[in-house]
């Protein structure tokens, strides 16, 4: 079984992709909807509260677990993996996060390259990062961009309210108020140089992307997150499918579990996930 992590409702975009990529692989979800939203929260509370939804989903009998949120994995992933799996008691499992897979297809460099692969001198493009306030404050995702292509400019823009403001279910002239402003604080930033590429770093924002399309620059490419994410775990179970567990004959019904109210996120859910299924309440 694989695991999907996730603060509350968002990693429904990159869980939907997975689980319509694999309909036969068994997947379970997990959103920590009692303590949604993480991007404004410090950063011990974040490793602390992803490591418990990690410790949970390898409960469930998940070897593998992805979190399925840029503010967990920029924040708490690499802890996670390095100083917190090898001494946590769980052997063969592993925990992937959803800056790698994107860093891949932002510098079309593989993960484990983390220097120039080729001379730098002609790549000099412009990359937007839009995110919560905790992703853009990592800066995990200039860090590792710039590792593999040194001359390239990530310029990023921290969206303060769009989070809340898709999980309230705010009407569509207030979402697009909200893109234009982050939009408009992101090109003041460049100077006006349009974006070669711009990543919608935070899970929430593939509901929103005709409005980040429609007030970026058109030659802007737009990387979709669910779509790269669902890319590289075909790619990473086709190298380890040890990870893979018992693939059933027949497509199989996801499981979805939160540590909230389930009468109360499911109406929520719908707007990420219209089919989505019912949630079960798990205490975290
Ligand atoms: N899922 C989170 C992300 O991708 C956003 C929601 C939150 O702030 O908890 O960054």
């Known amino acids: 079984m694989i695991g999907v992590f996730d603060s509350g409702h968002g990693g429904l975009t ?13 997947f379970v979800y997990f959103g920590d909807h009692r303590n949604v939203p993480y991007g404004n929260r410090p950063s011990d509370e974040i490793v602390a509260l992803t490591r418990d939804g990690v410790d949970a989903l390898f409960r469930r009998g998940c070897r593998l677990v992805l979190l399925g949120c840029n503010t967990a994995t920029c924040v708490a992933a690499r802890t ?13 499992r592993n925990i992937l996060g959803i800056v790698a897979p994107t860093v891949e297809a932002a510098t079309q460099t593989p993960w484990a390259v983390t220097a120039p692969q080729y001379p730098q001198r002609y790549n000099t493009d412009v990359i937007a990062v839009f995110g919560t306030t905790r992703t853009i404050a990592s800066h995990a995702y200039p860090e590792e961009i710039r ?8 310029v990023q823009q921290t969206c303060a309210e769009l989070v809340g403001a898709i999980e309230r279910g705010a009407p569509e002239d207030e979402l697009d108020r909200l893109v234009a402003h982050d939009v408009t604080a992101l090109l003041a930033q460049t100077g006006g140089t349009p974006p070669h590429r711009a990543i919608l770093g935070c899970t929430h924002f593939p509901l929103v992307e005709p409005l980040f399309r429609r007030h970026l620059p058109p030659f802007t490419r737009l990387l979709s997150q669910p779509e790269v994410v669902a890319d590289s775990l075909e790619d990473y179970l086709q190298r380890h499918p040890r990870f893979l567990g018992e693939a059933a004959d027949a497509a199989r019904s996801p499981i979805l579990l939160t540590s909230g109210e389930p009468a109360r996120i499911g109406r929520v859910a719908r707007i990420f996930w219209a089919d989505a ?4 309440h798990v205490p975290h």
């Open 14 to 26: 990159v869980f939907r992709a997975l689980a319509r990529r694999f309909p036969r692989v068994p």
């Open 80 to 92: 996670l993996q390095k100083d917190w799996l090898p001494v946590s008691g769980w052997t063969g």
């Open 147 to 154: 590792k593999r292509c040194p001359k390239v400019t990530v």
């Open 277 to 280: 299924p019912a949630f079960d």
